[in-house]
Structures are given as C-alpha cells and as structure tokens.
C-alpha cells in the first residue's frame, strides 16, 4: 500500500521509520517538511496527500500534527507520539486512527495521547502502549507502526472492535496462557507496577487498583493484540469522571 511518512522536527527525511515500512513492502511518500514554519509544513504536506491519495498516514511528533491538520477525509492515521499541543490547532482524530505513545516519553507526555483520544471519542484500544522513549525506532514499536498501518490501510477494524461475531477472541483464546504479568506506569508516581493477569477473565478488562507504591487509584485497561502481547493503559481515576 501507499503511506504518507510525515517526519518530526529536525528528522532527517529517510530515517529508520520510513525505511522500515519500505523494506517491508509498502510505497512510502517521505517529503522534507519545513522545520519553522508550521503552516508551511502542512501545506507541504497537504501538497503531496492531494497529488497521491495515500492509503494511510504516518505522523511521527510533530509530523502527527501535521497529519492532524491536514484535510484528509475519511483517510486513516497512525499517529506516533502526535505533538498536537505544540503546533496547530487541531485537537481531535477521525475514527480510523491508531496512536502508539511511550509512557515513558519524556518529551512528549503519554498523557497527551489519552487526552487526544477522550477529545476524539475513541475507545481506549486505540491508543497502544509501546516503546522505550520519544523515538518509538525499537523492534517492538516499527512493527506495531506496521500492523497498525496494514490494519487500518486494509479498511478493517480494530480486531478486538467487533462484540457481535468475536472472531478474534475465539481463533486465539486456544493455545494462549491464561495466566501472565504485565506492567504498567503509574502515571501519578511513575513507578512501573508489575501485576497478575488473568486472561481466563477476557482479554479486555477494564478495572481500578490502587498504587501499590503511592495509592493513589489507577484505571487499567488492558487487553491482548493481534500478537497475543499483553498491553496495560493506567490512568489516574478521577479522569474519568
Ligand atoms: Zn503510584
């Protein structure tokens, strides 16, 4: 398929991102954005979008905001640590979106990601947990940037969206452990959190537990992807009043 790779600020066009979608089969639209001038970004942006039709976009920091103000229709996005606060003026993403954020970014908070989403009306699940930091250039982050583009490029769902036919659940639920840990961030005291998981109870739950480190309550949701990984979203509480 064809995607549309807006780069970050100060990236060099043809960075590890790009590259890897291009090794892995896909046409890959790369345009050298302007660094200072925002609006002359988008339109750099909104040029080539217009002249190809990509099937996705790929937004990485402030190449997510730009992505986010573009006029794209009904054209997915795949936002990487979108920095939609520090440039333009667009604060919400269509449906067909996917955003991969580090809890640990220290440049871009993950909390911003959450917030775009509750903007946006998106279910969780639309926000993957992945990566060490800022960059999202580990093993683990390019290839969930690569499903998430395949997914949403191939026009289908988010595969645990679908509550009427529950394909997904029931194909994998056969030869998956039951039992499993996973971590989380604490996002009040940044303390990761390891805790036991019973997927026997599905693999989407949704529950409140106190911090073991700073008790101050947390909502986890978690749910298993397409690869049988484990993935855990803390949020403070009273956020979602
Ligand atoms: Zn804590």
């Not at 101050?216 to 009043?241: F, M």
């Amino acid at each position: 398929m064809q995607i549309l790779f807006l780069h970050g600020w100060n990236s060099a066009v043809g960075g590890i991102k790009p590259t890897f979608l291009k090794t892995s089969g896909h046409t890959v639209l790369n345009p050298a954005l302007d660094h200072d001038d925002f609006p002359a970004a988008v339109a750099q942006g909104q040029q080539i979008f217009d002249a190809h039709q990509p099937d996705v976009i790929v937004g990485s920091s402030r190449g997510g905001a730009v992505a986010m103000n573009l006029t794209t229709g009904p054209t997915p996005l795949v936002l990487l640590c979108p920095a939609w606060k520090n440039w333009g003026t667009t604060d919400r993403i269509a449906a067909s979106s996917i955003v991969l954020h580090s809890p640990d970014d220290d440049v871009i908070p993950y909390h911003d990601s959450v917030e775009l989403l509750r903007n946006s009306g998106l279910p969780p699940e639309s926000l993957i947990a992945v990566g060490q930091d800022h960059r999202l250039a580990d093993d683990e982050s390019l290839s969930v940037m690569l499903w998430s583009c395949e997914l949403l490029g191939s026009g289908r769902p988010l595969p645990w969206i679908d509550p009427d036919t529950n394909l997904w659940e029931a194909e994998n639920n056969s030869d998956r452990p039951t039992h499993s840990e996973a971590s989380y961030v604490c996002d009040a005291c940044g303390e990761e959190i390891v805790v036991p998981v019973d997927l026997s109870e599905g693999s989407r739950q949704t529950y409140v537990e106190d911090c073991p480190v700073c008790c101050r309550a947390n909502l986890i949701s978690l749910h298993v992807d397409d690869d049988g990984r484990l993935r855990i979203i803390a949020e403070p509480e009273q956020d979602q009043g």
